[in-house]
């Protein structure tokens, strides 16, 4: 069975397509408010839960999409790139980026369209990127045997829970579904609390 | 206008609208167009009768995208974008703002205009200190520069098609090259006055803000362009005096309303915009769309440039080297871009271009930008050790359900949490 998707580009044609690729992701993570370190910052306290509402969001539909598509047997998953699996790294990578993310305000993406829309903030957190990328290529010898544990490939959830891809991406819609209904009890709490202590600092 | 002295009516605190946002923003494109176009260009010509470029130059252009042959894709690419939004915009803004602006405004000399320019080639020559005629929103040189380029623009544009896609016979292909050249090379010379007009010359400098703002102060107006500010002066007087209806708010459909609206769109209006996007990256390009991948590549670039010993004999480093591969021809460094451009687009429609420090209150903007270096940092080395940041890995394998992806999404939240209760005084 021979699917339409993924397309097979020429070069012209693909440099057009991902510079839009990228100016609609941007377009829509300025929209969604992520090009302010405040908005971002107010999930880590929160006071703001956008950041998880798009976040998730925004994987179920993608992650519903992929699956309807390839069931219809219009997309072949087997040539869909699936970022492989470092267990360690991955682990410590996210510490490593959550913890810039609180004090620094951004992630990678959102400093970029920070820095777009004049947020000076923004611009340090990218040029800290450069050094951290910069510093950790030149220590990576040094630390490379943790740099390259707990490879496991490509390896996706329904192959950790030797479970079927349906079953998972309907637990995984469960628990985002769950987490936008938390969201939205904590979200009109605090409005309660406010309304009724007035606003907190 | 015989009075020369500026009337009291006239304000230099005051500003009157000069562009449509749309127009500037075409103005921009167009500008970051040429500017690519006649660099890779440049770069591009073999013919021993136009090259006029350095061999440096040819090197370094060929070297940021590998192979010639790359650079003639995009080339190509960029001219073909060019030829798009032109169209597009031609199409469906010719009633909206082209029309009036271009055939009224921009292009048609008057009597006044020759006499302007006239006496404006006397004054630079010092054989004149006649004052220059009154001129409408354009002045007549740049009426002149206006021709010339529409004159030009549809030559450039057919010859560079032929060209690309080899249309018609050699003698036609021959001729489109030359035809190319010379029409680029009229445009190139009314641009370097227009350049220096803009952002050089000092008594110019409102006009090169008007195309950031779109307002100019009403004194640059009077003093410049007399018969514009009077048009102005009476459609004002007209709205005064009741003559004219008032405009009834402009009315708008919900999708311009929902682009230009001022508070931030739902988030689960943008978590659709952004699973959508996503999704369109899977089935065009087969992988999702990321951030600090596309950084890497920019630096491996750099590093490669400046030092490619260095760069090659590194362990790690030299994974990003290709000595014959493009470096910066990467999907991941046109996304970057394309990210950049769509914030800024995004946040000029709705009024969010300014320059400022997203800050907590006890926090001064020093201390917050050194943060906001270190953050990047921390997340610059994290995002390198996971293979890709918050887009690249947690949204893109997320929906890819790639087990690393949500390895790496938990440990995000729980730095996150963890962090935010330590460094709350920043915050809060």
């Known amino acids: ?201 | 206008m015989t009075n020369p002295v500026a009337s009291p009516q006239v304000s230099s605190q005051r500003m009157i609208k000069k562009h449509h946002v749309a127009i500037m923003l075409l103005h921009w494109f167009n500008a970051l167009v040429w500017l690519l176009e006649l660099n890779t260009g440049a770069a591009l010509i073999q013919s021993e009768h136009f090259r006029f470029a350095p061999q440096w130059f040819i090197v370094l252009m060929t070297g940021i995208f590998g192979t010639r042959a790359n650079l003639l894709r995009f080339h190509i690419a960029v001219g073909l974008a060019w030829i798009t939004v032109f169209l597009v915009y031609g199409i469906f803004g010719w009633r909206t703002y082209l029309h009036q602006e271009v055939l009224e405004g921009e292009v048609a000399l008057d009597r006044d205009d020759w006499n302007w320019l006239h006496i404006r080639v006397l004054r630079i020559l010092g054989r004149s200190d006649e004052p220059l005629p009154p001129q409408g929103i354009y002045n007549a040189g740049q009426k002149l520069f206006a021709l010339a380029v529409y004159a030009m623009v549809p030559l450039i544009a057919a010859s560079g098609l032929v060209m690309a896609f080899h249309w018609g016979s050699p003698a036609v292909a021959g001729w489109a090259v030359v035809i190319h050249f010379i029409s680029v090379a009229v445009v190139v010379s009314g641009l370097k006055i227009h350049v220096y007009m803009g952002p050089v010359f000092p008594e110019e400098k409102p006009a090169f803000f008007s195309m950031i703002t779109g307002v100019v102060p009403e004194e640059f107006a009077y003093r410049h362009h007399r018969k514009w500010w009077e048009e102005v002066k009476m459609l004002e007087k007209m709205h005064e005096a009741g003559e004219l209806e008032r405009q009834e708010p402009a009315r708008s459909s919900g999708f311009v309303k929902a682009l230009r609206m001022k508070q931030y769109w739902p988030p689960y209006g943008a978590a659709l915009g952004l699973g959508l996007t996503l999704l369109a990256a899977f089935l065009l390009v087969g992988q999702g769309i990321g951030a600090s991948g596309g950084f890497t590549c920019c630096l491996a670039f750099v590093i490669s440039l400046a030092a490619p010993d260095y760069a090659s004999s590194h362990p790690y480093r030299s994974r990003y080297v290709q000595p014959d591969a493009p470096v910066l021809m990467d999907l991941l460094v046109f996304e970057l871009i394309g990210v950049a451009l769509g914030g800024l687009v995004s946040g000029w429609l709705a009024g969010r271009l300014r320059w400022s420090t997203d800050k907590g209150p006890h926090l001064s903007e020093r201390t917050r930008w050194a943060l906001a270096f270190a953050g990047g940092a921390l997340s610059g080395a994290g995002a390198r050790l996971a293979r890709g940041c918050t887009s690249g890995l947690a949204l893109s394998g997320g929906a890819a359900l790639s087990a690393g992806a949500f390895v790496f999404m938990l440990s995000v939240f729980a730095a996150g949490f963890a962090g935010a209760y330590l460094v709350r005084r920043l915050w809060l």
């Open chain 1, 1 to 201: 069975m021979s699917s339409i998707f993924p397309l097979n580009l020429s070069v012209t044609v693909f440099i057009q397509v991902s510079i839009l690729l990228g100016f609609v992701f941007g377009f829509f993570l300025e929209r969604a408010g992520f090009s302010s370190a405040i908005r971002l910052k107010g999930q880590f306290y929160f006071r703001d839960w956008s950041v998880l509402k798009v976040l998730f969001g925004a994987i179920v539909v993608a992650m519903l999409g992929l699956g309807w598509l390839s069931v219809a047997g219009v997309l072949d998953m087997r040539s869909v790139y699936i970022p492989e699996m470092f267990l360690w790294p991955q682990l410590a990578g996210g510490l490593l980026l959550g913890a810039g993310f609180i004090l620094g305000g951004y992630c990678p993406g959102t400093s970029v369209v920070a820095a777009a829309t004049g947020k000076l903030d923004g611009l340090f957190f990218l040029l800290g990127i450069f050094a951290g990328i910069f510093v950790f290529g030149a220590i990576e010898p040094a630390i490379h045997n943790f740099n390259e544990s707990g490879a496991r490939g490509a390896l996706t959830l329904p192959q950790v829970f030797g479970t079927t891809t349906g079953v998972v991406a309907f637990a995984v819609t469960a628990v985002a579904v769950g987490a936008f209904v938390v969201a939205g009890r904590s979200e009109g709490a605090r409005r309660l609390f406010e309304k009724t202590y007035g606003r907190t600092k």
